[in-house]
């Protein structure tokens, strides 16, 4: 194969990677995506699952016995005289080797197996709160560019229309059947509206930027698609304590209870003392017997009213501190979702009003304003002023909808989820 045929070759691949790669940069794209790719891409939830891995890992050795303590030494070795640091003819001088072991009782370590456990227990509800946010943020960002796009597509319809009722003033004015005011009207008309596209277009940018924190610049510069399942929730009916208490910062809280619970059990537990086992062989001089000693260790708590007892009093005090954080946050995020749902719900019924009475009366009206100035029984401007509110009217249902989708993203997202939305049009 010759040279030159291998760069030609390495250039058609690099030139048909970069066209799949176009392509599939310009492809749509949809909420669910959105959230797959920022869960995928979340350091958080990267670092919370090892965090996981490791409290897991620690588990294992919080219930193991403490390691046995290999001792060494001399005892007894003459210091002066003739026997001075002779270790075999003094028959007091040994050597010595032997071994201790703590003894925890059995249920202080099932205690701080479980204390661990609960620490893993509460990482693991830190990471539902993690995905959860992570979600919602990302939905949230997803509406924000998904509904600055409709604005701009709707305002854009409307900057054509309006140039072509340019081009119908200028000819009217012309023709003798048109003032020149029409024109002007008319002219302003496009630049209005081509000033709130520009608006619309910071929003879009700002709306990408925050949606590229989640998914990644180059994700982000891609369109959205699909229509936001926003008519629908779990949490349309009553809302229930069971189905409030799986918020995941209510779990997290619940896992914060339950590991000063374990303390304080712990802390019960060690005003029983532990032992320590240990024995030793001693070895001396020739003409004497070697020696083998045990024994047993016992600390005395003496002062329990003022070490054990306050201990206690305190992971008891942790316990108290820890549910009433709890009722708080239930209290707080109870009246939260009832917000969010009050909204939800009032949203849907104003956009039903706009659906089915706004807009058809605002096009109406435009309808019939611009056909009484096709037939000289209106001027221009107040077609304009017609066509003008119908956008208003159409501008304020988008924006009534993104926020009433975003009550809806605080509501379905309020617990984490591995399949977090489905789109309207793939549900059956």
């Not at 924000?144 to 072509?164: G, I, K, T």
């Not at 229509?227 to 619940?254: C, D, F, R, V």
Request: hydrophobic share 40%.
């Amino acid at each position: 194969m010759s040279f030159s045929f291998r760069i030609w070759r390495c250039a058609a691949s690099a030139l048909v990677a970069s066209m799949v790669f176009s392509a599939w940069s310009a492809e749509p794209l949809t909420l669910l995506e959105a959230q797959l790719l920022a869960v995928n891409r979340s350091q958080q939830l990267a670092a919370q699952d090892a965090g996981a891995v490791a409290v897991r890992e620690q588990a294992l050795a919080a219930g193991q016995l403490p390691d046995p303590v290999l001792k060494l030494g001399v005892d007894n070795l003459p210091a002066n005289g003739p026997d001075r640091f002779s270790v075999t003819r003094d028959f007091m001088t040994m050597r010595r080797i032997g071994l201790s072991q703590e003894i925890p009782r059995a249920e202080k370590r099932q205690l701080r197996t479980e204390r661990v456990e609960r620490d893993g227990d509460r990482i693991r509800a830190q990471r539902r709160v993690t995905l959860a946010n992570v979600q919602r943020d990302t939905a949230l960002a997803w509406l924000d560019r998904h509904y600055a796009q409709a604005q701009r597509n709707l305002l854009q319809q409307q900057v054509e229309e309006a140039r072509l009722q340019v081009q119908a003033a200028d000819s009217a004015f012309r023709s003798n059947r048109g003032s020149q005011a029409d024109v002007f009207a008319a002219r302003a008309a496009v630049s209005m509206l081509q000033d709130r596209l520009s608006q619309i277009d910071r929003q879009s940018r700002n709306a990408g930027l925050m949606l590229g924190r989640w998914v990644g610049a180059t994700n982000a510069e891609r369109p959205t698609s699909g229509s936001p399942p926003w008519q629908a929730t779990p949490l349309e009916g009553a809302l229930s304590n069971e189905q409030l208490k799986l918020h995941p910062e209510l779990m997290a809280i619940g896992a914060e209870v339950d590991a000063a619970e374990t303390e304080a059990r712990l802390a019960q537990a060690n005003k029983k003392s532990d032992i320590s086992v240990e024995a030793s062989y001693a070895q001396r001089g020739p003409a004497y017997s070697n020696m083998l000693s045990f024994g047993i260790s016992i600390p005395l708590q003496w002062d329990q009213a003022n070490r054990q007892d306050r201990e206690l009093s305190a992971k008891l005090a942790t316990v108290n501190e820890a549910k009433a954080r709890y009722e708080d946050a239930l209290r707080s995020y109870e009246a939260q979702v009832q917000s969010w749902l009050s909204d939800w719900q009032t949203g849907k019924e104003r956009l039903l009003r706009y659906r089915d009475e706004l807009i058809p009366l605002a096009h109406q009206r435009t309808e019939a304003t611009l056909t009484a100035y096709r037939t000289g029984k209106a001027d221009l401007a107040a077609g304009l002023l017609a066509r003008r509110d119908e956008i208003d009217v159409r501008l304020q249902a988008l924006v009534l909808e993104m926020e009433t989708a975003r009550s809806w993203a605080q509501l379905n997202f309020l617990v984490g989820n591995s399949q977090p939305a489905t789109p309207a049009k793939d549900r059956p």
